[in-house]
């Protein structure tokens, strides 16, 4: 069925995404899905706007500019529309994370996150397993170590994934 379908695609698309390799064509597929679901549905469907819209913005903004600092400012422009948007945020950093020359903003956008959540949960654990990541990979091991440190002494009883994480082994 057509809903299926669009599921379907739309995980495909976004375990691409995750992985940073989302390709025209499977972009073109969810957009061609959601256009066809919501005509059959009527132009005020619920499905046809919310969640789905934002995450094919993202991907026209990452696919749509092959100069990263076109991306990072159309990612700022989006995340200024709604700025308590932790998602845009969130996003914008993991796009920036993958973008030539942009690890700067992309730590600047994770700080950003941590200092904007409660300490401790789960989103300020990913925005502090993100920034060790960068860090390292921009060559800053000292400031890594520091982070990293300051973590596990804060929260000694954390869970072996997230310990993992900060560890460096960010793959995901």
Excluded: H
């Excluded at 809903?3 to 379907?8: E, K």
């Excluded at 796009?95 to 789960?122: C, D, F, P």
């Amino acid at each position: 069925d057509l809903l299926g379908q669009l599921a379907d695609a739309w995980n495909r698309c976004e375990e691409a995404w995750q992985k940073g390799s989302v390709s025209q064509s499977q972009l073109a597929e969810l957009e061609q899905l959601q256009k066809t679901l919501a005509g059959k549905l009527g132009a005020g469907s619920v499905l046809a706007r919310g969640r789905l819209d934002r995450f094919l913005e993202l991907l026209r903004l990452e696919l749509g500019s092959s100069d990263p600092q076109l991306l990072q400012r159309a990612l700022e422009a989006r995340i200024a529309k709604e700025p308590k948007s932790l998602w845009w945020v969130y996003r914008s950093a993991r796009t920036m994370q993958r973008a030539k020359g942009l690890s700067e903003s992309a730590l600047g956008l994770y700080r950003q996150m941590a200092g904007g959540v409660q300490a401790g949960s789960e989103v300020w654990f990913e925005a502090r397993a993100r920034t060790v990541q960068i860090l390292e990979a921009m060559g800053e091991s000292a400031k890594a170590k520091e982070l990293r440190e300051l973590v596990l002494a804060s929260y000694p009883s954390l869970s072996p994934e997230w310990k993992s994480r900060l560890m460096g082994s960010t793959s995901r």
